[in-house]
């Protein structure tokens, strides 16, 4: 029912924010104790999002306004990241992202100035995938998801590993809004559906990795094995496996994916949409979304695309 879809879009857009803000101050560390996860969920303070949810509010954002099916408009898309990260230099963005939005700022055609980072190529890092969630939303079936997921990521990462995490990060959101929660998680069948999705062969041998990856794996396990860091390939399989292993929590999620350590806020910024798409907002920790920066916004736009 319509209070239902409201609440699992709800869940994927507060989900993301929540892991982003929980792992931000522990990005880069080589793994996170439990009881400095215990201490930020209880902690009075206000939960910052980074850059991450920042880019996630401009894309949901430019979703609500466009037309019905009328899909990704890449340079004004550009725009509105670039406009961004202008206003709000603090965010923790990525080591060369910058020199894309500086372009797109001068005037540069968005394709273009996604590749001029690392020597034409484009970039992989994760900051496609990282933000790509609300398209999960708006598209009607799971591959539509996937390529409306890669349109939106090539719009600053030319290099087909990261604009094709955004794809199988897009695709794995709108499976995981389509399972129905309390009843048994397939993971097998979760992946086969990814995988079905799956832009190159690269992509689905990853999966195959996160498949094969014993669910039993403690984080720093896990980490070992599919990777923490800010590239693509490096994070975005850390967090659906943090998913698989833990679907029915979004919370259990998103503190598996920041207990492995690297690249935290993403990883768990990643899992806590994945999560948050199946278990929906009531799902989500109280006390931690009570001090969630920007979480009515989130709320709202979730409304606003699923009834769109
Ligand atoms: O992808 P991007 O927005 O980064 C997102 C990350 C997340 O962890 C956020 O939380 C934030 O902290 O940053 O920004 P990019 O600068 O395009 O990519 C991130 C990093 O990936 C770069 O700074 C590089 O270290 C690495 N990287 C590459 N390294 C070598 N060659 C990305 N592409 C390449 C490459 O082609
Ligand atoms: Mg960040
Ligand atoms: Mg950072
Ligand atoms: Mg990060």
Same mark, same amino acid.
């Given at each position: 029912n319509a209070g239902d879809r409201r609440d699992r879009a709800a869940g994927l857009l507060l989900g993301a924010a929540l892991g982003d803000a929980l792992g931000a101050r522990f990005e880069g560390m080589s793994a996170v104790r439990a009881e400095r996860l215990d201490e930020v969920e209880t902690s009075g303070e206000e939960l910052r999002y980074t850059d991450d949810t920042v880019l996630t509010l401009v894309l949901a954002e430019h979703l609500v306004e466009q037309e019905p099916g009328s899909g990704i408009r890449s340079q004004d898309l550009a725009l509105g990241f670039a406009r961004a990260w202008r206003a709000e230099p603090g965010r923790g963005w990525g080591g060369s992202i910058g020199n894309v939005f500086r372009a797109v700022l001068a005037g540069s055609e968005w394709s273009s100035a996604a590749r001029s980072s690392f020597g034409g190529q484009g970039s992989y890092g994760n900051g496609a995938a990282m933000?790509?969630? =609300?398209v999960a939303l708006v598209a009607p079936t799971a591959p539509e998801a996937a390529a409306l997921g890669q349109r939106s990521g090539e719009v600053t990462h030319a290099h087909p590993d990261g604009s094709h995490a955004a794809a199988v990060q897009a695709c794995a959101v709108h499976l995981a809004l389509s399972t129905t929660p309390g009843t048994a998680f397939d993971a097998d069948r979760f992946l086969d559906g990814v995988a079905s999705c799956c832009p190159d062969s690269r992509w689905i041998s990853l999966l195959e990795r996160t498949r094969a990856t014993p669910r039993s794996s403690s984080p720093g396990e896990a980490a070992e094995r599919l990777g923490n860091d800010v590239t693509a390939p490096g994070s975005v399989p850390l967090a659906l496996f943090a998913f698989l292993r833990h679907p029915d929590s979004p919370r259990e999620a998103v503190r598996f994916a920041i207990a492995a350590g690297g690249d935290t806020d993403t990883i768990g910024s990643m899992a806590g949409a994945l999560a948050g798409a199946r278990c929906?907002?009531?799902?989500? =920790?109280p006390g931690p979304l009570r001090r969630l920066e920007g979480a009515a916004r989130l709320r709202e736009l979730g409304s606003l695309l699923a009834s769109g």
């Open positions: 933000r790509v969630s =609300p929906g907002a009531t799902a989500l =920790p």
